[in-house]
């Protein structure tokens, strides 16, 4: 057995689910598909991508002493297709992914435990990186053999179709590399025809500002109107173009138990989440990659999805927080209200709440409301 096949085993030992071996040659094709992304505006408010694009497209930049790098791939695949979540309206939708334990902490644990282990049986030189560093995982797991970029971008694997975390070891020693894997989307654009905003300008292109995971988690702001109904009761990202993709028919479901939903995250009730405060959402979402967005962001998309809902058992909460602290929050509420409440009531609550509003952004949502067919300011 040679030192990648032992690496291999170790891996696979720890708990990781893939792997593959590639050297640190970079296509210039990686490079200009990144700055056209950047140039177009598609990252929307993630202006940190915009940071170290050199070190982003070449490893190498990143660390001049990489020879090989190692790629790992953990499965997260679901028990359940999530289209199915969809027909739940009154139910909080949150994505595949984010159900259980933080997987960037569980996977660098792993990383770290894989890595500690390889310098002192090689005493080889590591470094480790899972999404957040500054390197382009899925080119590298595509030239490594485990999987390739699907037409939603995502990386798509004949095992383990769309629900892979990826996360890279850098190493400082030359080992043999797995052949680089082909796309085999073929005619196939199910992940473009489902995505409920038209987010792919053509396969294998996103705009970021248009995509539902983008608007509920990284999006800071306002939620255009244009994006609202079609959320849905998506409260957190958006598994559309992941669960259509026919190869999930290879996905097994997920083996590591931290990655699987925790009961309370399951589609829980929409209207459980309106009474919480930053404390109670925090200790709620504690260990979860949900807890990063913040109480506010996160309540202005419960609302958006109650008010698709039809639900107006709502409504009463949701006048509560025609007074939040938040504007964000105090918006999407109008919003809400303004999709479950007739005139003559919606009419009658502006006289209460719209005079005292002070922010201009609230001020707006109540104007915009009474520009509805039905509503007469």
């Keep these: 057995m040679n030192i990648a096949e032992e690496i291999g085993e170790k891996a696979l030992e720890i708990g990781f689910d893939d792997f593959g071996f590639t050297d640190l040659t970079t296509s210039s094709d990686i490079k200009n598909n990144f700055l056209s992304f950047l ?57 595949v992914y984010a159900r259980g334990d933080d997987y960037h902490k569980v996977i660098k644990k792993k990383l770290k435990s894989l890595a500690g282990w390889m310098a002192r049986e090689y005493k080889t030189e590591v470094k480790v990186f899972v999404d957040t560093a500054p390197i382009m995982e899925k080119p590298l797991a595509q030239s490594s053999g485990i999987g390739w970029q699907g037409k939603h971008t995502n990386l798509v694997s004949k095992n383990y179709g769309s629900w892979l975390f990826l996360g890279v070891i850098l190493i400082s020693i030359k080992l043999p590399v797995n052949v680089s894997e082909n ?88 209207s459980g989440f309106l009474d919480f405060d930053d404390f109670q959402f925090r200790q709620f979402f504690s260990g979860s990659p949900i807890k990063r967005i913040g109480r506010n962001k996160f309540l202005r998309n419960v609302i958006i999805a109650i008010g698709n809902s039809g639900q107006i058992r709502n409504i009463g909460k949701l006048k509560e927080k025609l007074t939040d ?48 067919k039905g509503f007469i300011g």
């Design 39 to 95: 140039e177009k505006g598609n990252h929307g408010d993630m202006l940190w991508l915009e940071n170290n694009v050199e070190r982003r497209v070449d490893p190498l930049v990143m660390w001049g002493e990489a020879k090989t790098a190692l790629v790992l791939a953990q499965n997260y695949a679901p028990d359940n297709n999530p289209i199915d979540n969809l027909k739940l309206k009154n139910r909080a939708n949150i994505s």
């Design 183 to 270: 796309d085999h989307c073929g005619t196939c654009q199910a992940c473009i025809d489902v995505c409920p905003t038209k987010a792919f300008p053509k396969p294998y292109q996103l705009d970021a500002r248009k995509c539902i995971s983008y608007l509920t988690i990284e999006h800071k702001g306002h939620i255009p109107l244009k994006y609202r109904s079609a959320i849905g009761n998506r409260v957190y990202g958006c598994d559309d173009c992941l669960a259509v993709c026919p190869w999930n028919k290879f996905a097994k479901t997920a083996r590591e138990n931290r990655l699987r939903s925790r009961e309370l995250l399951n589609m829980p009730e929409l």
């Design 325 to 372: 602290e938040s504007s964000l929050v105090r918006a999407m509420a109008v919003w809400a209200l303004s999709c479950l409440m007739n005139f003559e009531d919606f009419n009658n609550l502006k006289k209460s709440y719209f005079a005292v509003e002070v922010d201009k952004n609230v001020i707006e949502e109540w104007k915009i409301a009474f520009n509805k």
